[in-house]
Nanobody, 118 residues
Framework: QVQLVESGGGLVQPGGSPPLSCAAS????????MRWYRQAPGKQRELVAA???????NYADSVKGRFTISRDNAKNTVYLQMNSPKPEDTAVYYC????????????WGQGTQVTVSS
């Protein structure tokens, strides 16, 4: 059974806060692209960042240069470091793994609330 469990979040300080973490189980973690999404109130869920198996990364334009996604394959964990947070980064953040093998496999964490005060 695939499980993604996020931790971290809460009130994010302008000077920096610990990264969000997502611990994965039930998959061979190092084989998979891992993604962070977010959903703000009244808005659609959007892709924030992705990290490939060997560490290549992609970011939404809105977070490029401020957020950093990373992974530790030994710990089956993906991270999202949020630097220089803005109030518009306030959202529920979700970890996701998705792959195709004849059918689509798509798994989500429970989400963690991140609030950035103005």
């Amino acid at each position: 059974q695939v499980q993604l469990v996020e931790s971290g979040g809460g009130l994010v300080q302008p000077g920096g806060s610990p990264p969000l973490s997502c611990a994965a189980s039930g998959i061979i973690f190092r084989f998979h692209v891992m993604r962070w999404y977010r959903q703000a109130p009244g808005k659609q869920r959007e892709l924030v960042a992705a990290i490939a198996r060997v560490g290549g990364t992609n970011y939404a334009d809105s977070v490029k240069g401020r957020f950093t996604i990373s992974r530790d394959n030994a710990k089956n964990t993906v991270y999202l470091q949020m630097n220089s947070p803005k109030p518009e980064d306030t959202a529920v953040y979700y970890c996701n793994v998705n792959w195709w093998n004849g059918i689509e496999y798509d798994y989500w964490g429970q989400g963690t609330q991140v609030t950035v005060s103005s």
